[in-house]
């Protein structure tokens, strides 16, 4: 066993970052955590779709369908926050429900407001009552949320829920969406927000070096606190053979050939129905935290272990978050060349979608490759925040359609005319044209890789929107001068006169 420091909480590393001036660091790393909590079969997975955008939690009319947190990341406005839907409480309390209820409880202890749901349909419940005891304890601001309430007067669906003692209810329709942004609004508003928090703490962010950030993800035991101990050339943080030894995101600034750097240790992330510990389930909402806040994401895979499917939903993370990817291989030394062989088919099955990434194969016990890998994350940077010129972009997309016509759509041809760029990291391109959001997706993916060929952007993914230019003709009759009204006349007497002849 090797020793380093211990992992720092969230507390430690928002103090580090103030000091560094990092405001936009220490905001993003101090989202709010927002705890779906109710009995069975009130609409709480529901109500998560809703918020992430996503249809992550599995929905059905049976209660206790939800048996683990599931976590996604969500936001209203400007306002980001991470939010956790939870098994259902109160119910049951032996067996897989005693695991349910534990695990909830800790999400509970963890959260920095609870959205308490009922039915509006079924009314009080004495589960319901013990509900409110319980989060009453817990000391966490607490929102009751009415579930279920369309086709309701709202002050006949929540009347009787005011005996529960926890505040206003707020009337809300999951499955339909009404109702929600206020409820979001509300528990957000009565949050500190990170900003505001550290607003007289240092200088601007544009005053401090700004540095990348970069987040290294990988499954238990595949050698990340290993590979950051290389890369900073000291014994910075703990390495223990055995899974799940990290359990908390850990931030680590340095400077290499006059760069700087944050690293970003985070928590092994496995399959869910193979975590057991409830400290290592609520670690995966840091790992997304970290995606969210890194400029760069390396993914370590296992050379020895195979590549997984569990590898393929990081990297799944991380192209979703647009950040720049950088595939790192450990664990290569030892292998024979057939072994090799069958690492690099893998690679392509499993991975096949990664065509951007560069992939390195290395060893992070003896350093064999990682001095590459620094490079490409600094190339990977350089490409997500490029500024890229309208006419280059609008030139490169006339020779990609002069070389490769989009197809015909109900026999009229999309147009596309002109490219400018959307944003930075990852680079959005934003291409005009006629019936231009109806291009196939197949197109898009060869103008994709295009623009991503012609601008070398390796290394980030590249976005690509489309948008329909608006006919400036729409709306407006056309009207007939009289000279044109009397070319009309004449030629529909022409038309009647040559088709009285053809049925002579």
């Known amino acids: 066993m090797k020793q380093g420091t211990e992992s720092l909480p969230n507390s430690a590393i928002l103090r580090a970052t103030l000091v560094a001036g990092r405001k936009d660091l220490a905001q993003q790393i101090m989202n709010p955590v927002i705890v779906l909590v109710g009995r069975p079969n009130v609409g709480k997975s529901t109500l998560f779709n809703h918020l992430t955008r996503t249809r992550d939690a599995l929905v059905a009319d049976f209660p206790g369908l939800t048996r683990d947190r599931q976590y996604g990341r969500a936001s209203l406005g400007e306002r980001a926050f991470i939010v956790v839907d939870t098994g259902g409480l109160g119910e049951g309390q032996e067996g897989v429900e005693q695991g349910m209820h534990k695990q909830a409880l800790q999400a509970i202890e963890e959260a920095d407001a609870v959205v308490f749901l009922v039915d509006g349909r079924s009314g009080v419940t004495a589960t319901d009552q013990?509900?409110?005891?319980?989060?009453?304890?817990?000391?966490k601001p607490v929102a009751l949320a009415v579930n279920k309430t369309e086709g309701l007067p709202p002050g006949i669906a929540v009347s009787e829920f005011h005996a529960l003692g926890m505040?206003?209810?707020?009337?809300?329709?999951?499955?339909?969406?009404?109702?929600?942004?206020?409820?979001?609004?509300?528990?957000?508003?009565?949050?500190p927000c990170a900003a505001g928090a550290v607003e007289s703490a240092g200088?601007?962010?544009?005053?401090?070096?700004?540095?990348?950030?970069?987040?290294?993800l990988g499954r238990p035991n595949v050698g990340k606190s290993t590979l950051i101990n290389r890369l900073l050339g000291q014994q910075r943080v703990l390495v223990y053979d055995t899974p799940g030894t990290t359990r908390d995101s850990i931030y680590i600034p340095f400077e290499k050939d006059g760069r700087w750097y944050t690293l970003i240790d985070t928590a092994g992330v496995r399959r869910r129905s193979r975590v057991q510990e409830s400290i290592e389930k609520f670690s995966v909402v840091k790992t997304l935290a970290a995606i969210d806040v890194a400029h760069v994401v390396i993914v370590v895979l296992d050379a020895r272990g195979r590549v997984t499917e569990q590898d393929a939903h990081l990297v799944g993370h991380a192209i979703e978050a647009g950040r720049g990817l950088v595939i790192a291989v450990n664990k290569w030394d030892g292998l024979d060349?057939?072994?090799?062989?069958?690492?690099?088919?893998?690679?392509?099955?499993?991975?096949?979608?990664?065509?951007?990434?560069?992939?390195h194969f290395i060893s992070a016990l003896h350093g064999t490759g990682v001095g590459l890998l620094l490079e490409a994350v600094d190339q990977a940077h350089e490409a997500g925040s490029r500024d890229l010129a309208t006419g280059r972009l609008t030139q490169i997309l006339e020779d990609a359609?002069?070389?490769?016509?989009?197809?015909?759509?109900?026999?009229r041809r999309i147009k596309l005319r002109y490219a400018h760029q959307g944003g930075r990291n990852p680079p959005v391109i934003v291409i005009h044209g006629n019936q231009a959001e109806r291009t196939p997706r197949a197109y898009r993916r060869y103008l994709a890789n295009t623009f991503r060929d012609v601008l070398k952007l390796h290394g980030t993914p590249v976005r690509l929107e489309f948008k329909t230019t608006d006919n400036p003709y729409e709306g407006r009759p056309n009207r007939l001068s009289p000279r044109q009204h009397q070319r009309r006349k004449r030629l529909i007497k022409h038309v009647a006169k040559a088709a009285r002849k053809r049925r002579r």
């Open 203 to 216: 200088p601007s962010p544009d005053e401090a070096t700004p540095g990348t950030r970069v987040a290294v």
């Open 167 to 191: 505040g206003e209810p707020w009337p809300i329709a999951a499955a339909h969406g009404h109702g929600i942004k206020r409820l979001i609004a509300q528990v957000l508003a009565a949050l």
């Open 337 to 359: 060349d057939h072994q090799r062989d069958d690492v690099r088919r893998l690679l392509r099955v499993k991975l096949g979608f990664l065509d951007f990434a560069e992939i």
């Open 401 to 411: 359609v002069a070389q490769h016509p989009p197809p015909l759509l109900r026999g």
């Open 130 to 139: 013990d509900l409110a005891k319980r989060l009453r304890s817990a000391g």
